[in-house]
């Protein structure tokens, strides 16, 4: 059972052989890691489920590390005498990932590339280890996955501690915002302190169904590193009454640094946060989908009878008619839980009409996008979809002439070219929109490159 659970960060310099000195500038976060030191020693867990977002990350797969055991040291910081060694709850791992597969979650122990511990799990161990050391360790890494996902794979850790009645307690390592301050690692941006704070009274409340609606956009911009760790650490806390205790929070380096204790005592229903959002979800999709208009309806037929038959449909009848008398670029984008899930558009036109070419990139969109598997026929009830029709595409001569919100934008050098279209959550400059338009047609971010403009109507 889980009885216990800490979110940690995991900054090198607050051991004192790579510090030397300066951790003392994070004195509250040091004597908060030996107050959940102290507080692991009192719960005698037998198994730490460690989350870290330095271990192996892949893009739809959660690895959870093999073996008998492993060993690390801060050698690459400066402190190669500083070593951890932990030995793997391998009864534990293996039940996880059999629940994991009956569940559907792609959670495992293949794609091993390093055995050696990172630092998001040693600097924890570091801490905890001087306070007790009667434990075995599961070590998991995050994945690219949605945040709810994220959770799913939490619910499936308190399940295999419940059937192995192993007194379990887990951390979440995780830095806040890398971006606080502008002589900081990373510089600064506003999402950066607004995350930390939001961040901040989510766990020292325990309100954990908050995380889930957080976008990935704003935890990108804000630099966070332990976002999934956190919500991974919620889900293992489903349906759990929890006492919470906010321990500390610093941030002197540009980067956050927050703890936060949970004890668990017994159960509550009512904390089914998970259910709670995709409650949620349905109810604005269900929104979303009775205010669609003719195009976005027209694309949403498409995919769903594609999906459910593999049959393209014709343009129906009692479509506006502009959609059957003009001809225009168009770009058909699908979103899954704020993520994108598809997008496929032409630039110019390459049908006989607009609703023809909504039916066309509709299909390429949800079955061949090549950075993202086929939509799958109970992912349809999820999808967020947006028809984009191209305006005229005018050629201009500097980026002054661009606007973010306005126009979208083409960039061409010889037979590449990279779009980018207008308005996107996340570029706010036009030195982001030319960069990310050159990073799609495979262009350096220092090449030159032809440039053009236009606008879109854009349908939701």
């Known amino acids: 059972m889980i009885i216990g659970a800490f979110m940690v960060p995991h900054p090198p310099l607050i051991i004192p052989d790579i510090g030397r000195g300066e951790e003392q500038k994070i004195g509250r976060t040091v004597e908060a890691y030996q107050e959940v030191g102290r507080r692991i020693a009192d719960m005698r867990p037998e198994t730490i489920i460690l989350i870290s977002p330095h271990q192996k990350m892949y893009a739809d797969y959660f690895h959870i590390s093999p073996g008998a055991g492993a060993n690390g040291d801060f050698g690459q910081f400066g402190a190669g005498r500083v070593r951890i060694e932990a030995v793997y709850d391998a009864e534990f ?21 390093d055995k050696r511990l990172d630092h998001g799990t040693m600097v924890p161990l570091y801490f905890i280890n001087q306070y007790w050391s009667g434990y075995r360790l599961v070590r998991i890494g995050l994945s690219g996955l949605p945040f709810s ?26 830095d806040l915002s890398h971006r606080l301050k502008e002589d900081g690692p990373y510089g600064y941006r506003e999402e950066g302190p607004s995350y930390d704070s939001r961040i901040m009274d989510v766990m020292g409340s325990a309100d954990f169904g908050k995380l889930l609606d957080f976008s990935e956009d704003f935890c990108e911009r804000a630099g966070e590193c332990g976002h999934r760790s956190f919500v991974m650490m919620a889900g293992a806390l489903d349906r759990r009454r929890v006492s919470s205790s906010r321990l500390s929070y610093e941030g002197p380096f540009g980067v956050g640094y927050g703890i936060c204790s949970y004890e668990v005592l017994g159960r509550n229903l009512q904390r089914n946060f998970l259910d709670q959002y995709r409650k949620k979800e349905q109810e604005r ?15 949403r037929k498409t995919i769903e009878e594609y999906i459910r038959t593999g049959r393209k449909i014709q343009p129906p009848r009692q479509l506006p008619k502009e959609m059957y008398g003009s001809r225009a670029g168009v770009f058909v984008s699908i979103k899954k839980e704020g993520r994108l899930r598809g997008c496929i558009g032409t630039i110019r036109p390459a049908h006989a009409s607009v609703a023809g070419e909504i039916i066309e990139n509709a299909v390429s969109a949800t079955a061949k996008d090549p950075r993202f598997s086929p939509v799958e026929p109970e992912e349809l009830a999820q999808l967020e979809i947006s028809v984009d029709v191209l305006g005229e595409i005018e050629e201009i001569h500097s980026p002054e002439q661009l606007d973010v919100k306005q126009y979208g934008v083409i960039v061409t050098r010889g037979f590449r070219q990279g779009l980018l279209l207008p308005n ?4 706010d400059t ?17 090449e030159e490159a032809g440039l053009a403009r236009f606008k879109v109507n854009r349908h939701r």
């Open 285 to 299: 999709l269900a929104r979303l989908k009775e205010n669609e208009d003719a195009y976005v309806r027209l694309a």
């Open 149 to 174: 996902v994220h959770y799913e794979l939490g619910q499936r850790i308190r399940e295999t501690a419940q059937v192995l009645n192993r007194r379990t307690v887990l951390i979440a390592s995780g």
């Open 424 to 427: 996107l959550e996340g570029i």
């Open 93 to 113: 791992r293996e039940n996880l990932c059999k629940i994991a597969e009956a569940g559907e979650l792609p959670a495992g122990t293949a794609g091993e590339r």
């Open 430 to 446: 036009v030195e982001e929109q030319i960069a990310v338009a050159k990073q799609k047609a495979g262009m350096k971010p220092e």
